[in-house]
């Protein structure tokens, strides 16, 4: 299963290893965020830090359950980089066993933000990407 969001500069798939959206409390989950450059032209991009996007697992009501960065430590110097034309560069994290344990049995959500502006105009290249989940016993 995987999420599309083309209501930015950049448009971003959000992918599950597990392929259909639902998962096993008992795996750890691996989760591919891939953004691409639709345009026929380079996209220059900036970051804060060294951080180049991250991943929320959050409860269906919006509570942040566990963060990807929780655990990371980023250098805070300024970066920037290009995305040419139909290019995409891809982010893969790993959801641990004690994450997917804290699901509810409403199910919840993944948010993939992807963390760079346009160096051009200084707006969002791409809104965060959704995926909704649903947990097997």
């Known amino acids: ?52 996007a991250d991943l929320w697992l959050m409860t269906l009501q919006g509570q942040r359950l566990w963060a990807w960065s929780n655990e990371m430590r980023f250098t805070q110097a300024l970066r920037q980089s290009r995305l040419g034309p139909g290019q995409s560069l891809t982010v893969t994290f790993v959801i641990p066993l004690k994450a997917l344990a804290a699901i509810p049995a409403t199910g919840a959500r993944l948010e993939a933000r992807f963390m760079a502006r346009s160096l051009a105009d200084n707006r969002v290249a791409l809104q965060p990407v959704v995926l909704p989940l649903t947990v097997q016993p």
Do not use: F, K, W
Request: aromatic share 4%; glycine share 8%; hydrophobic share 45%.
């Open 1 to 52: 299963m995987a999420a599309i969001d083309n209501s930015e500069l950049l448009q971003g798939t959000l992918t599950l290893a597990a392929g259909d959206g639902v998962v096993s409390a008992r795996v750890p989950l691996s989760v591919t965020l891939t953004v691409n450059n639709p345009h026929a032209y380079p996209v220059a991009l900036q970051y804060d830090s060294g951080m180049t």
